[in-house]
């Protein structure tokens, strides 16, 4: 296995079905490479700008999630995360009732499904964000996190290194 500096890996195998919808990665050239759109795990929860935080905070809550995406007219105009509704939002005296339009990030910056993760990684540093909203073209397809990413790595990293291990631990 050779790691390249571009992200991808050359000759590793790939841990079958990755992501559900899509299986595992492009293949270009016996290059292995993995995109953005196989980490998304689920549908993004998404909300209109007048959602209070109270509602926003719920939502939250009710579906395991970290943030909620603005839609506005059927576009992303924005981006509320739970620390928002905490720190600018009920921590700044704001009401329960005020909306998540008065604390979101707007215009958040975006990835395209079809990016190489390692790509994504970039993102994340040069941009300094731990989410961002994954489009298909200009249709939203998701959201991805560090963490989700961070996951993605891992258990690429163990399909890659489990044949390993097994040979040296039973090598007959």
Do not use: W
């Not at 980490?39 to 109270?54: D, I, K, N, Q, Y």
């Amino acid at each position: 296995m050779t790691f390249f500096p571009s992200g991808t890996l050359h000759g590793a195998p790939r841990y079958p079905g990755t992501h559900p919808h899509t299986g595992a990665g492009a293949a270009t050239s016996g290059v292995m490479e993995m995109l953005v759109r196989e980490c998304l795990r689920s549908a993004p929860v998404t909300v209109p700008p007048e959602c209070t935080l109270e509602e926003a905070a719920q939502l939250m809550g009710r579906h395991g999630v970290g943030s909620l995406l603005v839609m506005n007219g059927g576009r992303l105009s924005g981006i509320v995360t739970d620390r928002d509704v905490a720190v600018r939002g009920m921590g700044a005296g704001k009401a329960a009732d005020a909306h998540v339009s008065a604390v979101m990030t707007t215009d958040p910056v975006t990835i395209q499904g079809s990016e190489d993760i390692f790509g994504a990684l970039k993102t994340f540093q040069a941009q300094r964000v731990r989410r961002l909203p994954v489009l298909e073209d200009d249709e939203l397809a998701g959201i991805i996190s560090v963490d989700d990413l961070l996951v993605t790595l891992v258990l690429e990293l163990g399909a890659v290194v489990s044949p390993v291990a097994r040979e040296l631990l039973d090598p007959s």
